[in-house]
Structures are given as structure tokens and as C-alpha cells.
């Protein structure tokens, strides 16, 4: 399969001489759902974040389809974030726009600031997000403002608004820390089939191992700002997990 | 900040302040505000002769004033409409330059070099009172309306600025920060981001700021500058009290009606 | 919004709002469209006017320059303690009338509907005339200087502050003041020991918010002849000395600017 995002020689330090990240190589490959584990403060929503530079990189290169992104800025930046899906832990929705208006959000990259303005989207975005609404099992919520829902409602009408943008990869960080079990195991099996169905490469922060390991095509282990496992689920061993996250009494 | 229920206790500790009881610094402030007020009634000229002799005057002041006179009505209308007119001007003019003003000032949006010079001329706008930006402006465009819109749309720019542009700044980046992660061109963040969580706030500085300026463009027409403040003055000094009530009653009734109307379009925009 | 979800069967096309909503919003726009589009055909402006402002503008500033700070030690200064007195005055006097107003306005402390409305009453109507205007009414019973100008600086204030006092009475927790009464306190001594420590650090520092504005506000009295700094300006623009009125001025921004700094420095230690 080919490579669609190549991280080579990752670093970034937010004070100089502090890496929070200190020299990732990761490929991702252009199907299946990579999960990335490891406690908090080691740096995956920081990686995650610096796919679609909402944090800039000290160091090292992303290619992401031939693109270089570490180092564009304006109008190429913004297209390419267009070409990325983003989930994010606590939703992130606009919370006075309709539901219907969030979806749209996902085709702001795509309509001049007028017609946003204007909520002037074209036929078929509209119908894109009914139809995503259906996928998401909102269709009757098009009209209710996003506050009015509950944390899984708003994870599905914020992964949807990624599916809006119709993306090459998608990214989510840690998109079930604020939802309960149950719940979560929804949003990670709609992340999954809409992965699988879209033909996209999905990557998820998420510091549950049951989950990653029951979703996962591949997880990535990450400690100390650097990756210290990255293979197949059922290679997972408690020696891994015990590298990653330290100590073992909450294994038992 | 000591808590009521730790004072509740009979025996009170030694240092320990009395309950309900103000200490002696509260006591010395009280003092020297009081000292103060004594002095400064003395520096004003102010003495029991004169305040009695100016309640002889008022008393004679308000018998001339009753009934209210509204046989110049047509002079009250036409005042009162320029003073609308002046109102609604300047409040449009005022919050169409204060929303880029804002945006420009707010910190969390835009760099250094576009947030200072936008919050230097929000606090210019500020600095003075409308009646002096009012007389600046008679100066430079001559006596009527025109210098009262303008003056007002200073004092609109100065107010809804500053308050727009903090609670631009108070706003939830998340969403934002979710909106420019779709590749958003940054009037669309604006549109879609920022403006959603802040319009609410905004329609209530909007409606301010027009009764606001309604109760201002009634007294810049005191110095030259248009609306029904000249008719006031004019009244004042031909001694025609009877039609300073009238206008009085009028401009107090406006202002309520005003009230009512803001309230109104509060509701259309579900704040 | 959530009735629009009833109203509205899915169909294929989207709507942002339901028919009803769009036609309030469409009238509201219309209505303020008309507003702005009547008040610029009939307002009494002269465009050209307009226009040559910029350059009336720069005249006026090259004629302010270089101030007359000479004037300052002379005249100005003792215009400014008098401002000074009269907005500081102006706010204690408008305490002791707010104060009882505010509790007769706060329905939770007098359960009476007609003194709540006469106390409301009384509030909107001290604050919907401005304070120029209350300042045109007491030189006309005290005559001309600052006692005028302090008398009307409290008119003004007391709607303010006793609307402002009145709304953080009536948000005071019940809790504490049903407490009270099931001890047996007095009406006053639920004021006293209830609402008040309640609401000292809202009456402090709304007293504080009003004195900085009345600084503001007392340095145009002087216009219509209520003293302090508008006085000398009124004097110093009639006889076109213009370096004269830059440095009054200069004044005026320097003692906002200072002011702003004072009220921080005590809204920290206060609150």
C-alpha cells in the first residue's frame, strides 16, 4: 500500500531546550485506523496536532501526498487543511450554530466568505450533509443548535463535520476521553466503518488500551516524546504497555 | 477574607476582628471622606443661606414650569426627529466602524501591530465626552447635524468597541480553532467562528448604544451640534420653563419607549 | 429554534431559518434600512461640509500648537480641583438618595408593587435626562457655578446607581437573608447583617464606575455654566485661543488616564 503521510525527524519544544517531541518517524499508509496511546503530557495531541499545523513544528518534515506541510503558510495551508479531517476531544462545535451550520463549517475552505456569509452552499454539499446526518443517525436534528445536544450527539455531528470536507485522512484527538463507555465504542466504530468506507487512513489519540486494541489496524506507543512501539494490536504485549505508561499495578 | 461561620463562635480570638463590627480603617476613611466633603462644600461656595434662597428659586422655578406647555409642538417634533435621526446615524455609522475596529483589536485573533493602534483609538474615542468631541466637530464642519452625528459616532466607536472587543476576547477558542482545521479563509473563521458566539452580546451593545446616543443627541444640541437639545437651550434662556417641561416629559418618554423597542428586537435575535 | 424541528419536515432542501423567523429578521433589517436611508434624505447636513472637514480639522490642529502651558498654573488647575469637587461630591450626594431607592426598587426587600414602581419611576426619569440637562436646570435655581454643577452631577447619578444597586439587591441569595429571618431579625437588621455585606463589593465598586464617569461628565458642566473645566474652555474656544483650549485638553485626557489607573488600583484592593 502506498504511503499517504510520511513524518520524518519530528521535533517540537514550546520552550527552547524542553522537547515535548524529540525525533518522530511515522509513515501511515493509505488505508486502516492507526491508534497512538501513551499517557497524557507525552506528546500525542501535540503530534496530532502538528499534522494539520495548529501547532507549528520546531523540526523535521511531514509529507502528506507529496506536499510538504511544515513549512507552508496562507492559502497553500489552508487548502491543505481542507484535505484533513479533524475530531477533536471535546467537540469543538460551534455552539450557536445549528447542527446543519456545523456540517456546512466543513465546506468553509471550499465557499468564498460571502456565500458563507450568506449560508449560500452549493445543492450538493447540502445534500452531502443530509445524507451524512443519516450515516450519523441526526437526520431529525439538522435544525437543533449543536448545545442542545448530548456529548456522543455532538462527537458524531463533529466527526461529521470532518466527513464534510470529504478528506484524505482523518485525524482524531482522544475523541472519546469525555464520553462515557458506551458511547465511545459507538464513536470509534463510526470513526472505523468510515474510515473503511471512504478509503481514508484514520489516526486517533486515545489513552484507552481495550478500545485501541478492539479498533486498531496498528498502534503506535508513545513515551516520553518519542514512539517505543508501533506494530499489529495482538503484538501488544504488557511489557509494551508497561514501557509506555510505567509501572504495572494498574495492569492488574 | 475571614468566613461568617468562623466568626460565629462565641469567644473571638485575640486579633481576631469583631463580628459585624467595621474596623477603625473603615472608621478613618469614613472620617476623611466626610472631612473632605466639608471642605470641598466650603471650596464650591456652598452655604446654608445659599441653599436656602436656591430652594425660594427652585420652589418658583417648578411653579413655572407646571402645566407643561406643548403649544410649540411643532418645534418639539422636528427637534425630536433630528435628534433620532442623529440617534440612528450614528449608531449605524458607529457599530459598522466598531466591528473592524474590534476585530482588529482583539488579542486572541490578530498580532501586536494591528492591536495597538485599534485599541489606541478605541481609548481616544473614549477619552472625551461627547460634548466636547461635539464641539471639536462644530469647529471643523460647522453648527447643526452633522457635528452631532459625527460626535456620536466617536462616542459610539469608543463604547462598542471596547466592549465588543473584549468579549471578542472572551470567547471559546476551541471553536475556533475547530473551524480554521477545515481549511477556513479567515472572514469565514470570523463569520463562522466568532460572530455566532458574540452576536448576542453585540445586538445588546447595538440596542445600548442607540438609547445611548438618543440620550446624548439631546444634549449635544446644546452646544450647536443639532437635535432637540438647541430648543431646550433655547427654552432655558427665554425663561420658557413650561416648554422645558414639555421636553423634559417627551425625551423621558422616548427614552422608555426606546426601552421597550430594544427589548424587542433582543427577543427576534433569541438573545 | 426548537420549534422550527416540528415546523419543518426534512426534505432534501435546508433552510437556516423557518419562514416566520426569516420574515422578522427581513422586517427587522428592512426597518433599520429605512431608518438610515430617511435619516440621511432629511437630516439637516451640508455634505461639502463634510468633506472639507479633514482640512478644518488640520487647521484647527496647527493653530493648537504648541500649547499654552503658561496657562495652566494660571487658571486651568484651579478649574480642575474644581471639577474635581464637584464629580467627587456629586457622587456622594447621589449615595444618600440612591441608597434608599435602590431597597425601596428591589421587590425582594419591599413587597410593595406601587413603591417598587415609584422608586423605578423615580430612577429612569434621573437618568434619562442627561446630565448637561440636569445641569441647565440647576444654574437656572442656584444660578451659575460649580454647586449647580454638583447638584446636578447627584440628579444624574442616582437613576445609575440605584438601578445598578437595586438589580444586585434583588440577586442577593435567599438562602442567607430566610436565615436571618428565622432568627428573628428585624427588617433592618436583614438589610443591615443580610443584603448588605451582600452586595458591599457591587455598591463599591458601581460607586467607583460612576465617580470615574462623573470626573468625565463634570469637565463639560461647565459649557452651559455649572463650573469647573468646561468654563475656562467655553472661554478660551469664544475667544479662539486654540492653544489655549489644547492644553484644557490635554488636561482632560491626562486626568481620565489617570482616573482609569485609580479605579483599577481600587477595584483590586476592594473587590
Excluded at chain 1, 523535521?60 to 487543511?81: D, T
Amino acid at each position: 500500500m502506498a504511503v499517504v503521510l510520511s513524518i520524518k525527524g519530528l521535533t517540537k519544544s514550546y520552550k527552547p531546550g524542553v522537547p515535548v517531541l524529540k525525533g518522530i518517524d511515522l509513515d501511515f499508509e493509505e488505508r486502516g485506523l492507526t491508534a497512538i496511546i501513551g499517557s497524557s503530557g507525552t506528546g500525542k495531541s501535540t503530534l496530532i496536532r502538528i499534522i494539520n499545523r495548529l501547532i507549528d513544528p520546531s523540526d523535521g518534515s511531514i509529507l502528506f501526498k507529496g506536499l510538504e506541510l511544515s513549512s507552508i503558510e496562507g492559502r497553500h495551508l489552508r487548502e491543505a487543511r481542507r484535505r484533513i479531517g479533524m475530531v477533536f476531544q471535546e467537540y469543538n462545535l460551534v455552539e450557536r450554530l445549528s447542527v446543519m451550520e456545523n456540517l456546512l463549517t466543513g465546506r468553509l475552505g471550499y465557499v468564498s466568505p460571502m456565500n458563507a456569509w450568506r449560508r449560500k452552499f452549493p445543492p450538493e454539499d447540502v445534500a452531502h450533509a443530509l445524507e451524512l446526518l443519516d450515516v450519523i443517525g441526526l437526520a431529525d436534528f439538522a435544525h437543533q443548535r449543536a448545545d442542545s445536544l448530548s456529548g456522543g450527539q455532538r462527537q458524531r455531528v463533529g466527526i461529521a463535520r470532518a466527513l464534510m470536507q470529504r478528506p484524505e485522512i482523518l485525524l482524531a484527538d482522544e475523541p472519546t476521553s469525555s464520553l462515557d463507555p458506551k458511547t465511545s465504542v459507538e464513536i470509534m466504530e463510526l470513526l472505523k466503518s468510515q474510515g473503511v468506507n471512504n478509503g481514508i487512513p484514520v489516526v486517533v489519540n486515545i489513552h484507552d488500551v481495550e478500545l485501541a486494541r478492539r479498533f486498531a489496524d496498528r498502534i503506535v506507543g508513545m513515551t516520553g516524546g518519542r514512539v517505543v512501539f508501533d506494530g499489529p494490536p495482538d503484538q501488544l504485549s504488557d511489557d509494551h504497555l508497561k514501557l509506555i505508561y510505567g509501572g504495572e499495578g494498574w495492569l492488574q | 477574607m475571614t468566613q461568617p461561620g468562623a466568626q460565629a463562635f462565641p469567644r473571638i480570638p485575640a486579633g481576631r476582628r469583631q463580628p459585624f463590627h467595621s474596623s477603625w480603617q473603615v472608621k478613618l476613611l469614613a472620617l476623611l471622606v466626610a472631612a473632605y466633603a466639608v471642605y470641598a462644600l466650603g471650596q464650591l461656595d456652598f452655604s446654608y443661606d445659599r441653599f436656602i434662597r436656591g430652594l425660594d428659586n427652585g420652589a418658583r422655578f417648578l411653579s413655572r414650569m407646571f402645566p407643561p406647555s406643548y403649544k410649540n409642538w411643532d418645534q418639539l417634533l422636528t427637534g425630536f426627529i433630528e435628534s433620532m435621526e442623529i440617534a440612528v446615524l450614528a449608531t449605524f455609522f458607529g457599530v459598522l466602524l466598531s466591528l473592524p475596529i474590534a476585530i482588529l483589536g482583539a488579542r486572541n485573533l490578530m498580532p501586536a501591530w494591528a492591536t495597538w493602534p485599534a485599541r489606541l483609538i478605541v481609548t481616544l474615542c473614549r477619552a472625551f465626552n461627547p460634548v466636547i468631541v461635539a464641539i471639536v466637530f462644530i469647529k471643523a464642519v460647522g453648527f447643526g447635524a452633522l457635528a452631532g452625528v459625527l460626535a456620536l459616532v466617536v462616542a459610539s466607536i469608543g463604547f462598542v468597541g471596547k466592549l465588543f472587543m473584549e468579549a471578542i476576547e472572551e470567547i471559546s477558542m476551541k471553536q475556533i480553532e475547530a473551524v480554521r482545521a477545515t481549511g477556513a479563509p479567515f472572514l469565514s473563521v470570523v463569520t463562522y467562528g466568532v460572530l455566532p458566539q458574540v452576536i448576542g452580546r453585540l445586538v445588546g451593545f447595538c440596542t445600548y448604544q442607540l438609547d445611548a446616543n438618543l440620550r446624548n443627541s439631546t444634549m449635544v444640541g446644546i452646544v450647536g451640534a443639532g437635535g432637540i437639545g438647541g430648543a431646550l437651550f433655547a427654552a432655558f434662556q427665554r425663561f420658557e420653563y413650561d416648554f422645558v417641561l414639555a421636553i423634559l416629559i417627551t425625551i423621558i418618554a422616548v427614552v422608555l419607549l426606546g426601552e421597550f423597542a430594544s427589548n424587542y428586537v433582543k427577543r427576534i435575535f433569541h438573545v | 429554534m426548537s420549534e422550527s424541528v416540528a415546523l419543518a419536515p426534512m426534505s432534501k432542501v435546508w433552510q437556516r431559518h423557518t419562514l416566520r423567523q426569516k420574515m422578522a429578521r427581513t422586517a427587522l433589517w428592512l426597518v433599520i434600512a429605512i431608518a438610515v436611508m430617511l435619516s440621511l434624505r432629511s437630516i439637516n447636513v451640508i455634505w461639502e461640509f463634510l468633506w472639507d472637514a479633514p482640512e478644518q480639522m488640520m487647521d484647527m490642529g496647527r493653530r493648537m500648537w504648541p500649547p499654552d502651558m503658561a496657562y495652566y498654573p494660571k487658571t486651568v488647575h484651579a478649574a480642575l480641583m474644581e471639577t474635581f469637587h464637584i464629580a467627587t461630591l456629586g457622587t456622594l450626594f447621589s449615595m444618600v438618595f440612591a441608597l434608599p431607592l435602590s431597597i425601596l426598587a428591589a421587590h425582594n426587600i419591599t413587597p410593595h408593587k406601587g413603591l417598587n414602581l415609584f422608586a423605578k419611576t423615580m430612577l429612569v426619569s434621573s437618568r434619562s435626562v442627561n446630565s448637561l440637562v440636569w445641569a441647565l436646570l440647576f444654574v437656572a435655581v442656584f444660578g451659575p457655578g460649580p454647586l449647580a454643577g454638583a447638584v446636578a452631577i447627584a440628579f444624574r447619578s442616582i437613576g445609575f446607581v440605584g438601578k445598578l444597586l437595586g438589580e444586585a439587591l434583588e440577586e442577593v441569595h435567599f438562602g442567607a437573608i430566610e436565615a436571618l429571618k428565622a432568627a428573628g431579625a428585624t427588617q433592618t437588621s436583614q438589610i443591615l447583617y443580610g443584603y448588605w455585606p451582600a452586595v458591599k463589593p457591587a455598591f463599591w465598586s458601581i460607586m467607583l464606575l460612576r465617580w470615574d464617569i462623573n470626573i468625565r461628565e463634570s469637565s463639560v458642566l461647565g459649557l452651559v455654566g455649572a463650573g469647573g473645566l468646561g468654563m475656562v474652555m467655553n472661554a478660551a474656544i469664544d475667544t479662539f485661543q486654540w492653544n489655549r483650549v489644547a492644553v484644557i485638553l490635554l488636561t482632560i485626557f491626562a486626568v481620565v488616564v489617570i482616573g482609569e489607573v485609580v479605579v483599577t488600583f481600587f477595584r483590586r484592593r476592594l473587590i
